[in-house]
Nanobody, 116 residues
Framework: QVQLVESGGGLVQPGGSLRLSCAASGSIFNIYAMGWYRQAPGKQRELVAA???????NYADSVKGRFTISRDNAKNTVYLQMNSLKPEDTTVYYC??????????WGQGTQVTVSS
Protein backbone atom coordinates (compact mmCIF):
# COMPACT_ATOMS: atom_id res chain seq x y z
CA GLN A 1 0.00 0.00 0.00
CA VAL A 2 1.33 3.39 -0.96
CA GLN A 3 2.03 5.93 1.76
CA LEU A 4 3.23 9.50 1.52
CA VAL A 5 5.74 10.31 4.24
CA GLU A 6 6.33 13.96 5.02
CA SER A 7 9.24 15.52 6.85
CA GLY A 8 10.87 18.88 7.46
CA GLY A 9 8.27 20.70 9.52
CA GLY A 10 9.09 22.41 12.78
CA LEU A 11 9.48 25.68 14.60
CA VAL A 12 11.19 28.62 12.93
CA GLN A 13 11.47 32.33 13.62
CA PRO A 14 9.79 34.87 11.34
CA GLY A 15 11.94 35.42 8.27
CA GLY A 16 13.42 31.96 8.53
CA SER A 17 13.29 29.01 6.16
CA LEU A 18 12.13 25.41 6.15
CA ARG A 19 12.18 22.70 3.51
CA LEU A 20 9.37 20.16 3.46
CA SER A 21 9.78 16.79 1.78
CA CYS A 22 7.19 14.20 0.83
CA ALA A 23 8.25 10.79 -0.39
CA ALA A 24 6.04 7.98 -1.62
CA SER A 25 6.70 4.49 -0.33
CA GLY A 26 5.76 1.71 -2.69
CA SER A 27 5.10 1.75 -6.42
CA ILE A 28 2.97 4.54 -7.77
CA PHE A 29 1.73 5.36 -11.25
CA ASN A 30 -0.74 7.62 -13.01
CA ILE A 31 0.53 10.60 -11.01
CA TYR A 32 -0.09 13.76 -13.01
CA ALA A 33 0.73 16.38 -10.40
CA MET A 34 2.17 16.78 -6.92
CA GLY A 35 1.28 19.51 -4.53
CA TRP A 36 1.26 20.96 -1.06
CA TYR A 37 -1.84 22.09 0.81
CA ARG A 38 -2.32 23.60 4.22
CA GLN A 39 -5.22 23.76 6.62
CA ALA A 40 -5.63 26.05 9.58
CA PRO A 41 -8.07 25.14 12.36
CA GLY A 42 -11.64 25.92 11.35
CA LYS A 43 -10.70 26.67 7.75
CA GLN A 44 -10.80 24.78 4.49
CA ARG A 45 -7.71 23.08 3.16
CA GLU A 46 -6.08 25.36 0.60
CA LEU A 47 -3.61 24.79 -2.18
CA VAL A 48 -0.18 26.22 -1.46
CA ALA A 49 1.74 25.04 -4.52
CA ALA A 50 1.53 22.39 -7.22
CA UNK A 51 3.78 21.03 -9.93
CA UNK A 52 2.76 18.95 -12.94
CA UNK A 53 4.64 16.12 -14.62
CA UNK A 54 5.78 18.65 -17.18
CA UNK A 55 7.21 20.93 -14.55
CA UNK A 56 4.56 23.66 -14.65
CA UNK A 57 4.01 25.24 -11.28
CA ASN A 58 1.18 27.06 -9.57
CA TYR A 59 1.30 29.00 -6.31
CA ALA A 60 -1.16 30.60 -3.95
CA ASP A 61 -0.87 34.39 -4.11
CA SER A 62 0.09 34.48 -0.43
CA VAL A 63 3.28 32.48 -1.01
CA LYS A 64 4.43 33.65 -4.44
CA GLY A 65 8.03 34.76 -4.37
CA ARG A 66 8.66 33.06 -1.03
CA PHE A 67 7.94 29.36 -1.60
CA THR A 68 9.31 27.08 -4.31
CA ILE A 69 7.97 23.65 -5.20
CA SER A 70 10.11 21.02 -6.91
CA ARG A 71 9.98 17.29 -7.55
CA ASP A 72 12.29 14.36 -8.10
CA ASN A 73 10.41 11.86 -10.23
CA ALA A 74 13.04 9.16 -9.83
CA LYS A 75 12.55 9.31 -6.07
CA ASN A 76 8.78 9.94 -6.16
CA THR A 77 9.42 12.92 -3.94
CA VAL A 78 8.11 16.46 -3.86
CA TYR A 79 9.70 19.34 -1.97
CA LEU A 80 8.54 22.72 -0.74
CA GLN A 81 11.23 25.28 0.01
CA MET A 82 9.74 27.95 2.24
CA ASN A 83 11.64 31.20 2.71
CA SER A 84 10.77 34.46 4.45
CA LEU A 85 8.29 32.64 6.62
CA LYS A 86 5.59 34.63 8.37
CA PRO A 87 3.51 33.85 11.45
CA GLU A 88 0.47 33.48 9.21
CA ASP A 89 2.18 30.53 7.51
CA THR A 90 1.74 28.59 10.74
CA THR A 91 -0.45 25.55 10.22
CA VAL A 92 -0.37 21.89 9.15
CA TYR A 93 0.95 21.19 5.65
CA TYR A 94 -0.15 18.18 3.60
CA CYS A 95 1.36 16.77 0.44
CA UNK A 96 -0.85 15.46 -2.34
CA UNK A 97 -0.17 13.23 -5.35
CA UNK A 98 -2.92 13.68 -7.92
CA UNK A 99 -3.84 10.61 -9.91
CA UNK A 100 -5.81 10.14 -13.11
CA UNK A 101 -9.34 8.91 -12.51
CA UNK A 102 -8.95 7.91 -8.86
CA UNK A 103 -8.67 9.73 -5.55
CA UNK A 104 -5.31 11.32 -4.80
CA UNK A 105 -2.82 10.18 -2.21
CA TRP A 106 -2.45 12.39 0.86
CA GLY A 107 0.32 12.68 3.39
CA GLN A 108 -0.32 12.60 7.12
CA GLY A 109 0.51 16.28 7.60
CA THR A 110 3.45 18.10 9.11
CA GLN A 111 3.24 21.05 11.48
CA VAL A 112 4.94 24.31 10.58
CA THR A 113 5.13 26.94 13.32
CA VAL A 114 6.51 30.41 12.69
CA SER A 115 7.04 32.26 15.94
CA SER A 116 9.62 34.29 17.79
Amino acid sequence: QVQLVESGGGLVQPGGSLRLSCAASGSIFNIYAMGWYRQAPGKQRELVAAITNGGSTNYADSVKGRFTISRDNAKNTVYLQMNSLKPEDTTVYYCNFGRVGVPPFWGQGTQVTVSS
